[in-house]
C-alpha cells in the first residue's frame, strides 16, 4: 500500500513559478514510477509529467515540456514538480499517482496506475 498527499498548490501568476510536493508512505517508494497529472473544470484528467522508479528516465506531455520539471528522492520518498513560466491553462487540479513497475519503465495513461493522492489545486491567473 502506498498513501499520496499533494501539497504546494495555490495561486500563481503568469510567467510565475510554483513547485508541487507529493510525499508517499510505505517502505515501497522506490518500486514505483511516479508521475503527475491534472484536471481541469470541464475537462478530463491529463497527462503531465511522469519519472522512472530510479529517476534516470522522465517524460513530459508537449503542453509542459521545457516549462515543468519533475523530480524524485527515493530516501525522502516525495516526489517533486516544479512548475515554471506558468500559463491560466495550467489551471487545475494536480494529482500525483504511483505505478508499480518492475522494469524501469513507465506510463502516461492513467488506468495503470496504482495509487492517486488527493489532489491539490493551482489556479494561474493573467
Known amino acids: 500500500q502506498v498513501q499520496l498527499v499533494e501539497s504546494g498548490g495555490g495561486l500563481g501568476q503568469a510567467g510565475g513559478s510554483l513547485t508541487l510536493s507529493c510525499a508517499a508512505s510505505?517502505?515501497?517508494?522506490?518500486?514505483?514510477?511516479m508521475g503527475w497529472f491534472r484536471q481541469a473544470p470541464g475537462k478530463e484528467r491529463e497527462f503531465v509529467a511522469v519519472?522512472?522508479?530510479?529517476?534516470?528516465?522522465?517524460y513530459y506531455a508537449d503542453s509542459v515540456k521545457g516549462r515543468f520539471t519533475i523530480a524524485r528522492d527515493n530516501s525522502k520518498k516525495t516526489t517533486d514538480l516544479r512548475m515554471n513560466s506558468l500559463k491560466p491553462d495550467d489551471t487545475a487540479i494536480y494529482y500525483c499517482?504511483?505505478?508499480?513497475?518492475?522494469?524501469?519503465?513507465?506510463?502516461?495513461?492513467?488506468?495503470?496506475?496504482?495509487?492517486w493522492g488527493q489532489g491539490t489545486q493551482v489556479t494561474v491567473s493573467s
Open positions: 499517482a504511483a505505478d508499480r513497475r518492475y522494469d524501469g519503465s513507465y506510463s502516461i495513461f492513467a488506468n495503470e496506475y496504482d495509487y
Open positions: 510505505g517502505r515501497t517508494f522506490s518500486l514505483y514510477a
Open positions: 519519472i522512472s522508479q530510479s529517476a534516470t528516465r522522465s
